[in-house]
């Protein structure tokens, strides 16, 4: 994310919320403490469109599926692959497609650039790079065949859809795909060139920049200040911190 939009969110929650900027182990931004509409559980419509002001809610209708975690380190340190222009790609395939709108709040493509950092992971979807030109799927907790990186991110969305059309309706149909009744897709061993599960990334100085822990109870502004006083772009990353990437002279 730019600098430019944690602290319009900051601002929004300093209006609306609670005042701080939360960060998940699933790589969310969170704000907390917004009012509701009387009588239901919505936002009033003043305090939504102040969210998108943001410009980190691109659709009302996809919010819910853009569950998408990828290696913070990716096109900053190491790695067989650069994987923010797939990451953007990603979303935007995710955003075309009307009926992936559907996908439930906790589904979720985890995408490893081959340094194995997120192979300990637990997914719905996802894929790790093999090499410059391929990687293979992950299916929840099995693999899926090896494929090139030109068609990974079509194939994701195949899936996506697949796992839409055999979960069903209503409040009991499946949420992630390890809950479905039957496999989503055959499983095929894993390949011999994946990376070993690398440990989680360490708070510190680390390649690429530094990687900053955030407190359970979120982000003022004086800490987001701080952050944006290092960088002008940040990395959330799993492990509930913020990788602040070397900005190149």
């Known amino acids: 994310m730019t600098c430019r939009e944690l602290l319009e969110l900051l601002t929004f929650a300093e209006r609306h919320g609670d005042g701080r900027v939360y960060v998940t182990t699933r790589t969310n931004l969170q704000v907390r403490g917004l009012p509701a509409t009387p009588g239901t559980d919505q936002l009033p419509q003043d305090v939504l469109n102040a969210l998108e002001v943001t410009g980190l809610l691109p659709s009302r209708t996809h919010d819910l599926a ?77 693999w899926g065949p090896v494929v090139g990186l030109d068609v990974v991110i079509g194939r994701l969305i195949q899936l996506a859809h697949r796992f839409l059309d055999v979960r069903g309706i209503g409040p009991q ?55 944006c006083a290092a960088a002008s772009t940040l990395v959330v990353t799993p492990w509930r911190g913020v990788l602040i990437p070397e900005e190149t002279p």
């Open 66 to 142: 853009r569950n998408i975690m990828a290696s913070p380190q990716t096109g900053l340190a190491g790695g067989r692959a650069d994987l923010r222009p797939m990451v953007r790609a990603l979303d935007a395939a995710l955003l075309s497609e009307p009926a992936l709108g559907a996908l439930p709040g906790r589904f979720l493509l985890v995408l490893d650039d081959g340094r194995g950092d997120l192979l300990d992971r637990t997914c719905d979807l996802g894929f790790v790079v093999l090499d410059s030109h391929s990687a293979q799927l992950r299916i929840s907790t099995g």
């Open 173 to 227: 149909a499946p949420w992630h795909v390890h809950e479905l009744p039957a496999p989503l897709a055959a499983s095929v061993p894993p390949s011999p060139h994946l990376p070993a599960a690398a440990p989680p990334l360490p708070y510190g100085r680390v390649l690429g920049g530094e990687h900053v822990p955030v407190p359970e109870d979120g982000l003022d502004r004086p800490a987001v200040e701080r952050l």
